[in-house]
């Protein structure tokens, strides 16, 4: 206390000692969250950019499998189409029957590693390459038929709500920290394949995100808001004109591929007019083997996506989802990876990374802008031809993108250290160690596969090398393990120990009925809840 009797060593007035910051619940300084649409114009334009963000995975994967399966330019365009309307439709039904959250599903690079097992196992090899794609095809969509039921099982019988329960903000922040940074192999690497495209995108993202919407118009978002827009437009011109202009003849076909804007040869494989409808490749093969390993897959693609989850309700400014809601949209999920195998896009599904970070940019998570850009996938999945002309936007300026937005994912799993203390030798050994292995296994692992050719464990069954393989080359599945296991191991029955993994903010939300805005955010629509009661 400061004054009294007139002692000479009173204490000074604490009034201007700093104060921390307060943790918050729910992310602050969002324009628009969940259930508060902009404008329908705005509405409509954040929506197309949700669809220009999500087009980058849409198109890498197939550009990179199907001439190793043994299609062209034709077969490509055909599974590109079908990924996007998959795509579209697992997003609305994700939005309106899933966590509810605006969350894009797209295609996973999670899946690549098992598809191009069943490629390299030779056993549907054929003397024609376009027979040859189709019984590829086949047999990739029978393998993810049966790997959806793994999602479907876990969601939908409530399993996954009893694991994530045990889930606390500290173990939270390896998982989803890493869901974003580690994709980091996508960002910068990519934008140096034609450095001269690349780097002017993330540049000008930059400051037309960060520095013009500060300065010119301040308050009005526009910069922000639509910066990926903008950019876009002036490097795509930019780059064709490099194209027309002859820039890129006579350059290694490497560069050629990277550089150019007219190299996808997508426009002249793509019809005006395509429905893409089940089972369009032939009726699916099924193998035991090939099956397992993609159900190891679709595994480590619900830890990452439960990750990407968190991240996306984060910057939607909803509260932490309810283990409830969360196993929901992993049953839902998994309906997801289930069409994929039944329209056959080579790929399974899970939560578009870029697209969370895309929330965080604009500072818009309604859930109505998310549903616009899935129109604007089964729109432009149909009209074939336009598709094709969004879908052949250059390889660099689409990693110039993921630079800014998988680094808002990985921010945002490090917000979440606000419920932690940070003082806690405990705190810091999980969280020093997780991120540590999540970083290191995998490296070793990819090391190791692009030496030799093949994983550290290679026997004779290549679907029991990617069982063992694929998981330990995911850095957020190897993070979120290790953390979720040690946070659940490590003197967790002491009352400090709680409060330090920052569990007691979390309590409240365990229970769907709990907190009165979980109603608000997650509750299913057209009164389905009275029937599909949530816990």
């Known amino acids: 206390m400061a004054g009294g ?4 060593g009173a204490a000074p007035a604490k009034a201007s000692e700093p104060v921390p910051h307060p943790p ?3 992310l602050p300084n969002v324009s628009y969250c969940i259930t508060s649409p902009p404008p329908w114009p705005e509405a409509i334009l954040l929506g197309f950019q949700h669809y220009l963000v999500m087009l980058g995975t849409i198109v890498i994967i197939p550009t990179a499998l199907v001439p190793q399966m043994g299609g062209g330019n034709e077969e490509k365009a055909q599974v590109i189409q079908t990924s996007l309307f998959v795509a579209g439709l697992n997003t609305l039904l994700q939005s309106i029957f899933g966590t509810r959250l605006p969350a894009v599903i797209g295609g996973s690079y999670t899946y690549v590693a098992p598809t191009i097992s069943i490629i390299l196992s030779g056993q549907w090899n054929d003397e024609d390459p376009v027979t040859r794609f189709k019984k590829i095809m086949r047999a990739t969509q029978g393998a993810l038929i049966i790997a959806s039921t793994l999602q479907i099982v876990l969601g939908f019988s409530g399993l996954w709500r009893n694991v994530t329960r045990f889930l606390s903000p500290l173990s939270a922040v390896p998982l989803v920290s890493l869901v974003g940074f580690g994709l980091y192999e996508l960002g910068f690497p990519g934008v140096a394949k034609c450095v001269e495209i690349g780097l002017p995108e993330l540049v000008l993202l930059v400051i037309f995100s960060q520095y013009l919407a500060r300065i010119i118009r301040p308050g009005k978002n526009i910069f922000d808001r639509f910066a990926v827009l903008f950019t876009v437009i002036i490097v795509w011109i930019y780059a064709h004109l490099l194209t027309v202009g002859g820039a890129y003849n006579g350059k290694p076909p490497k560069t050629q591929a990277s550089c150019r804007t007219d190299r996808a040869g997508l426009i002249d494989g793509a019809p005006w007019i395509s429905i893409p409808y089940p089972f369009q490749w032939g009726p699916p093969s099924f193998n035991a083997g090939e099956a397992f390993a993609m159900m190891m897959a679709s595994f480590v693609a619900l830890v990452e996506s439960t990750g990407a989850f968190i991240a996306v309700a984060r910057y939607a400014s909803a509260t932490p989802l309810p283990p409830s809601i969360l196993s929901r949209g992993v049953g839902w999920q998994g309906v997801g990876i289930l069409l994929s195998g039944l329209f056959g896009t080579g790929n399974g599904s899970s939560v578009s990374v870029e697209n ?24 432009f999945s149909i009209l074939g031809k336009f598709g094709a002309v969004f879908a052949s936007i250059p390889a660099p300026i689409v990693c110039a993108l993921y630079c800014l937005f998988f680094a808002y994912v990985g ?3 490090i917000g979440f250290l606000q419920f932690c203390n940070l003082n806690s030798f405990r705190t810091k050994f999980i969280l020093g160690f997780s991120f540590f292995l999540g970083l290191s296994i995998p490296q070793y692992f990819n090391e190791y596969t692009a030496v030799a ?14 069982m063992v393989n694929v998981p330990f080359q995911s850095k957020a599945f190897v993070a979120g393990v290790v953390a979720f296991f040690l946070d659940n191991t ?8 709680r409060k330090d ?15 009165t805005r979980s109603e608000e955010f997650y509750s299913l629509p057209f009164n389905l809840n009275k029937y599909f009661p949530s816990v």
Do not use: E
């Open 5 to 8: 009797g007139g002692g000479g």
């Open 24 to 26: 918050k619940d729910q």
């Open 356 to 379: 969370a970070g895309l929330l965080a940019l604009t500072r818009v998570g309604s859930r109505r802008v998310v549903q616009i850009s899935a129109a604007f996938m089964i729109f």
């Open 411 to 413: 921010a945002g799993g």
């Open 453 to 466: 050719g093949y994983g550290p464990v290679h026997t004779h069954a290549r679907w029991f090398n990617d």
């Open 490 to 497: 490590m003197h967790k029955k002491d009352g400090q120990t």
């Open 501 to 515: 993994r920052g569990k007691h903010w979390w309590d409240k939300f365990k229970s769907f009925k709990t907190d």
